[in-house]
């Protein structure tokens, strides 16, 4: 659980992080300046190993000489321990006083961002973080465009800052489902042939299913709900995510997000019956790996949820490795 990758040197790190040996960290981050797809990666996994502990990456700084990387875990550290508090719920779910924790534990966080971006200027995964910090202080729109273009200015492709951004565009951040379309389209775009990126597609279709759906069920229309989950994959549909799909796996090469891209893919092709062939097909890709969140968190437990597609499939079920 909560290791969609293939870096063995990654989960040493992490289980390293999670029993406070830090530096492990750090020296994953100092080897990836060159590669901001596997920089935003390794942040990722070594930030939320380190929940908790963003004291003790505060404290590396003491006598170090590149800050860069330090200030740029902390940073983000702090963001992971702020959305910890806050919960994975709706706002409407969220107490007042774990609202206030919530913001006060966040702005924590922007300083150490803006130092890493001033001090390693070419680096787009401090701006990238910036996405996710500005989501949960509620910027308006315009701050939020102008984090965007330093990010896309610096590396106009990297994937977990798409991510980010089709968050931010969601209705349920205060966007429209339009714009969050219209993110994914410009993604499969410009997504050169071989690049996962293109999955941004499937992960819109799935954030408008659960939205959809969630709205249905609220309202308690339930033979609309119904109707809606059978009929939702139109010929157009199917088509624009196959054309999606062919352009990352038909030319695709190695990429730190490829089973993020797998499992988005194989999530929403198993809603079709029809298109059950590509789901198995990429979900046979990702072993016993398996993100916490999206996509399999949209419709319970993330490990119960991969297990019950897997079954369906008739895929047997991955070994689940040493303890």
Known sequence: MGRPWNDIALDAAVEAVEEGYLNAGLVLLGETHRDPELRS???DALSRAAVGRSQGVADL????????????????????EAWVIRGAGFSGETGEDRFKMFFATLSGAHEPLMEAARLR???PVPWESMIWFALGMQFDRTEEDEIWEETVSRSATLFSA????????SEKWGGSHEEMFSHAREAVALAAPGNPLTSMLALAHLEYLRAEERRLVVENKMVAYMKFSMRYFSERVVGELKEAERRWTAHATAHPRDLEAHHL???VFIREASTHDLAARHLRQVGNRVGRGAPWSYLGDP???FAAA?????IPLPHPGPD
């Open 162 to 169: 798409h991510w980010a951004r089709l968050q931010a565009l």
């Open 121 to 123: 200027p070419y680096d």
């Open 310 to 314: 897997l079954r369906r499939l008739r």
């Open 265 to 267: 893919f194989g999530a």
């Open 61 to 80: 700084l003491a006598g170090s000489r590149d800050r860069a990387d330090i200030l740029l875990w902390l940073g983000r550290t702090v963001i992971d």
């Open 41 to 43: 990666l390794r942040l």
């Open 303 to 305: 490990a119960q949820e």
